[in-house]
């Protein structure tokens, strides 16, 4: 047992917990994702040409299914498709994505990423 080393830990932790919380209220201030313009994006960057009917009917089972996907994760694997190959321990290597993504800004995919889940698929979670 060692009392004041726990109670540093416990300040420790708690001090990461602030940091997170003001990071994350921080990210949100800079830029409330706009589902509506990523309903724009999405059409205008026809990912409906493989993803499908409503980005939930892939054309072929190589394209994954993206309607309903949490939109932290869609935002993170677009931005590892955009750091593709640069990145080879975060990076996505897909030419075919690496080609989709180029041209959108960090918004554009966070307005992309919340379009995605805000749509009904057939996604589903077990547990
Ligand atoms: C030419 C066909 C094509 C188009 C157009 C396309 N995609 Fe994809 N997409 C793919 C393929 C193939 C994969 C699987 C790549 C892999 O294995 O990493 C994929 C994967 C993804 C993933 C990762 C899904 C997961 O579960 O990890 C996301 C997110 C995604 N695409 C979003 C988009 C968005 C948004 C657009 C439009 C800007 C788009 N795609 C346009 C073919 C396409």
Known sequence: M???QQ???TVFKAAC???AVIGLVAANVAHAADAGNGKVLAGTHNCAACHGVNLNNPVSPEYPKLAGQHS???F???RQYQM???NP???RNNAIMQAQVQSLSPSDMKDIAAYIE???GGLVQKK
């Open 89 to 91: 321990h975060l990076g």
């Open 118 to 120: 805000s749509l009904d």
């Open 76 to 78: 993170w694997a677009l």
């Open 2 to 4: 060692n009392k004041p």
């Open 72 to 74: 932290d994760y869609v």
């Open 84 to 86: 593709g190959n640069g």
């Open 7 to 9: 109670a540093l830990h």
């Open 17 to 19: 917990a602030s940091a």
